[in-house]
Structures are given as C-alpha cells and as structure tokens.
C-alpha cells in the first residue's frame, strides 16, 4: 500500500472504501511530526486530508469498489504538500462556503462543510482536472 | 475494513441529560444521537451534555449532524452545552458556529455545574 519512492515522499494506493480517509490522515500526520511540524499545524493537516480523501471515495469515486484513491504526501520548503487523486470528474461548480446564520436559525441544511474546513485549514487549496482523466485535490499545510 | 461503531448511552441527571458518545462522531452517527436525544425529551430533559473525548474523531458529516442536533435542541426550548472536546475539534467547532448553539467546556463536571444553574 505504501512505497516510499523519495526520501521526502510517500505514496499510497488506496481502495475505495470508508476508512481510507483515516489511513490517509494518519500517514499525513505522522509524516508531519517526523517533518517537525507543531500538532496543531498536523491536526489541520489531518482534517483536511481526511475530507480530501472522504470526498474522493464518496463523491469522485461515487463509492465503486473497484475505485482507487491515491495520495501522495511531500515535505518541500517548511510544507506539508498533499495530492489526492480520484477517477471522477471534480466539482461541477464552485462551492460557496455555507451560510452558517441560515444554517443556525435552522433555515438551511448543513452543506459544504468539508470544503469549507479544507479551505480555512489550509494555506493552499486547488482542485484540478486531469487530462487523461480524473481528478486530483492539491493541499498545502506549512509547518510554521 | 469495518467501521467503528459508535455507542450513545442517555443517563438522566439532575443537572442535565447525559448523551455519553463513545466512537466517531460521523454522518452515520446522526440517527443514534437523535434517537438519544429523543430518549432524553422523552424523560423531560430540559438541559441536554453532549459528552465527548479528547479523542472522539469528528468530521464534516458529524459536525454537519451536531448542528442539525443543535438546532432542533434551541427549537425544543432546551440547553445545550459540550463537553471533553480535543482543543482542535474545538477549533473547528467554532469555526462553523457551534458555540453559537451551545457553550462547549473541557470537563463533563464543568459542564453539568454550569448546566445546573440555567433555568
């Protein structure tokens, strides 16, 4: 499941069941405590890996058992940089971030909020087609 | 790979009702926690803790579960307040305004001692 293949890089092929989401955040965060990162610049990591990699089983891979997820998660100038690759297509549209004071007074439902906390707890965030097919979620966490 | 199943036990006290979460807090926590929370107007709680750990592992989907729980808790007349949450998922509370549904505190004791003074 896991190949290291650089000395600052590691990979993983994931199946496309739930529980991907919690090996992949916890690779992410292991990898950044030997990277030096603060734990609550790795418990931000976590979370956003984990939605990435959520959103790319349940949503990009609409749940096919034969679905793959790959993540890869790289150490580059004082950053934690991670790519999450499904087969789907990517978002159709924009998603705003929730309106919570309709969410609160009970006038909305609760949607968005994955991508909303992937996009406050990042510092990059960038979902991108790709040509052969596919698409892929690019993350970046810095360490300080 | 089996998901972990997460437990909901209701204690009713005199400070409040005691919805004890043992697991994931996770869109597929949601039934449970408002089958709990029915069990506890049932018994005429007015006063409703939400008790976590430090370790209780909650995503979009249980925060989007929470707020909807939170939500119907206001609507009912009821108070609510959390308890034992991770200093990071406090962070993310916060950030879509839970602490605006209910006041969040580090202990279960804290909690039911503030509880027991709302009227």
Known sequence: MTRHHLANTIELDLFNRPGAERIAMTCAGAFAKLAGCPSARIEDLKTVVAEATDNAVTHGNRQRPDGRVKVSIRLEDGAIHVAVTDEGNGLEREVPDPDFDRILAGEAPPAGIGIFLMRRLSDRLAFEPLSKGGHIVRITVRCH | ?119
């Open chain 2, 1 to 119: 790979m089996q998901q972990s199943k997460t437990e909901i036990s209701v204690e009713i006290g005199e400070a409040a009702a005691v919805l004890d979460i043992r697991g994931d807090v996770t869109v597929a926590t949601e039934p449970a926690l408002f089958e709990a929370h029915e069990k506890a107007c049932r018994q005429g709680a007015q006063r409703i803790l939400l008790k976590m750990t430090e370790d209780t592992y909650v995503d979009s989907g249980g925060i989007a579960a929470l707020l909807q729980l939170l939500v119907k808790v206001r609507e009912s007349g009821q108070k609510a307040a959390l308890s034992g949450v991770s200093r990071h998922n406090r962070k993310v509370l916060n950030m879509v305004g839970v602490d605006r549904l209910a006041d969040i505190y580090n202990t279960a004791e804290l909690a039911l001692s503030c509880l027991d003074r709302w009227k």
